[in-house]
């Protein structure tokens, strides 16, 4: 007779979907099976003590640039591509395999390249990359009447609109610096996370009649998972349409190939332009930032041990549970230390960029204008940055023991098959409103943009601040608060659960919006005009670059006459 302990532990057994098979399958084999490096195989090798110079210019300008840490080696490679295509472009001409072998060299001394690791016929596919965009610059700016031509040397400019042909001309290497941050490698259990998303969603999600957008959902979905779970920027999403408007674009496309969407690149990229702002995004996105929580707390039980994971879910339903409530519970720790590391970088970008020019301005200016210096206002526009990014992660709170539970049902839902969602996503038309209901509420906004800074601006004047130390600390609160919002991304990604909204949530929504929205125009127009960036790209790193090279060249020199001496 069968037990009845036996009975019962069978049927409260569940079973692993197809999906997370694979999933496990996919970071056992990355942890079990050791990358091959052969010493057979040529590999593009720099000097590490020189390296460190380029290493330390590096997270120097990244620290003036702020950008998302994981498109640091993306930003590099389109810097790197511009500098030498369009600034050292214009002196001298180099061919795709030079610029490809200084751009992996550049890569592996600033550290986004392992040193000796990369083979050197590495640099014949990035050529062929760079090669392919090269041509449809080439073919581009032909047909908006731009022709370039070559004498001793030198590449001469004709007619033509000089912006568009800028513009074209970013764009291109913001294309090819996606596509070689791709043929770089990417993480295959992020990308097994990607494809198991999208076979759920695309069966999952549904479109009712009255939304003409079937043909767009699986592209659509396609871009969400990228910019929610992998983080894409806008032009690595542009990257994905632009292959998925040109078929076989990232093999060899012919010379026929690119000229023909060279002919048709206006259409092209207003489509582009288009698809990233499709009226599905939003819902998506939604959907998609869910799944992203899950999926990255099942890999991150999973990478803990693969075979121990399995065994336990196949011996103890609730050892399961157990474990993802452990990641989480480690995730939530993480995220404070998370939070503190980005608000020190975002003070230091603002300090850099923004404080020591308005902090130099502000006494001057005072005194031109015939204003008394306050050294309370002057104290507070100094130190206010800081304090109000360090009060801000104080009080961050993490996500509820409510958002555990929600991620343990959900996780347990995309892993056994028994417990597989049955409900469909069924999106809805997205909401339109009238000329007249945009132009009453654009009103109220304006009206709450006047009421907040209106309320600043009076409890300033009763502590005695000048008009000039006003516009400082106001410009300050802006730009601080929408770093803020930027800087707790990492929390807000990581609640699943609705939040709910009270009279408090309410009045900071209404009062603080507008200060975050001047904070965001500020961050954009003022990045245009970043004078640290200006003064690193187009006066420092062109010269520095060749000393580095230099220096290298020097060094390999006095080693070999070393070697010579017997």
């Known amino acids: 007779m069968v037990s009845p302990y036996l009975m019962k532990k069978q049927e409260d057994a569940f079973t692993l979907n197809e999906s997370a098979r ?7 084999n990355e942890q079990k099976e050791p990358e091959k490096d052969s010493d057979d195989v040529a590999k593009i090798k720099v000097s590490e003590v020189i390296s460190k110079m380029a290493f330390y210019y590096e997270k120097i300008r990244n620290s003036v640039d702020y950008k998302e840490e994981n498109l640091l080696r993306k930003n590099a490679v389109e810097r790197i591509l511009k500098r030498q295509v369009v600034i ?3 002196i001298k001409v180099s061919t795709s395999e030079e610029i490809a072998k200084d751009l992996l060299v550049e890569l592996i001394r600033a550290g986004y390249l392992p040193n000796n690791k990369i083979p050197e016929e590495k640099i014949k596919e990035i050529a062929g990359i760079i090669e392919k965009y090269l041509k449809l610059r080439n073919y581009s700016l032909s047909r908006i009447g731009f022709s370039e031509h070559v004498k001793n040397g030198k590449v001469g400019q004709a007619t033509g609109d000089f912006q568009e042909i800028n513009d074209l001309t970013n764009w291109f290497m913001s294309l090819a610096a996606s596509e070689i941050e791709e043929s770089l490698g990417r993480d295959k259990i992020k990308q097994a996370v990607v494809n198991n998303i999208y076979e759920i969603l695309i069966k999952k999600v549904k479109l009712p009649p009255d939304l ?3 043909k767009d959902k699986e592209v659509q979905i396609y871009l969400s998972i990228h910019r929610n779970f992998l983080k894409f920027d806008q032009e690595m999403l542009e990257f994905i349409l632009f292959k998925y408007f040109n078929a076989g674009w990232t093999g060899k ?3 026929e190939e690119i000229a023909m969407i060279a002919q048709n690149i206006r259409p092209l990229h207003k489509a582009i332009s288009e698809g990233l702002s499709h009226p599905l995004a939003k819902q998506l ?4 930032s869910q799944y992203s929580v899950y999926f990255s707390v099942l890999a991150e039980v999973i990478e803990k041990d693969p075979a121990a994971v399995y065994d336990e879910i196949k011996n103890d339903v609730k050892a399961f549970p157990r474990l993802i409530k452990k990641a989480c519970a480690k995730e939530y720790g993480s995220i404070k230390s998370r939070l503190w590391r980005a608000a020190f970088r975002s003070i230091i970008y603002i300090f850099l960029t923004k404080s020591i020019f308005v902090v130099l301005l502000e006494i001057p200016a005072i005194q031109w204008f015939g204003e008394e210096v306050n050294p309370v206002s002057l104290a507070i526009n100094v130190s206010f940055p800081a304090l109000l990014l360090f009060l801000v992660v104080l009080f961050t709170r993490i996500p509820s ?5 929600k991620i343990i049902e959900k996780i347990e839902e995309i892993t056994f098959a028994e417990k597989e969602r049955k409900e469909q996503f069924i999106l809805r038309q997205p909401a339109k409103r009238g000329k007249f209901t945009n132009a009453f509420f654009g009103l109220i906004y304006f009206i709450t943009f006047l009421l907040s800074f209106g309320l600043i601006i009076w409890a300033l004047d009763k502590i005695n601040f000048t008009w000039v130390s006003i516009i400082i600390f106001l410009f300050f609160l802006a730009l601080v608060s929408f770093f803020s919002i930027r800087i707790r991304r990492a929390v807000k990604a990581f609640i699943v659960v609705e939040e709910k909204d009270n009279i408090f949530t309410f009045l900071v929504d209404f009062l603080y919006t507008p200060i975050i929205a001047a904070g965001q125009w500020l961050t954009e127009k003022f990045s245009q005009i970043n004078i640290f960036i200006f003064i690193l790209d ?3 790193e062109a010269p520095f670059k060749i000393l580095v090279e230099i220096t290298e060249d020097w060094t390999r020199y006095v080693k070999e006459r070393r070697d010579d001496i017997k």
């Open 22 to 28: 694979r999933l496990f399958q996919v970071i056992y």
């Open 88 to 90: 050292e472009g214009a």
């Open 212 to 214: 003409p957008y079937e």
């Open 253 to 255: 496309p012919k010379d």
């Open 285 to 288: 996105d939604k959907i998609v």
């Open 401 to 405: 023991e409510r958002n555990t539970t």
């Open 538 to 540: 187009f006066i420092i």
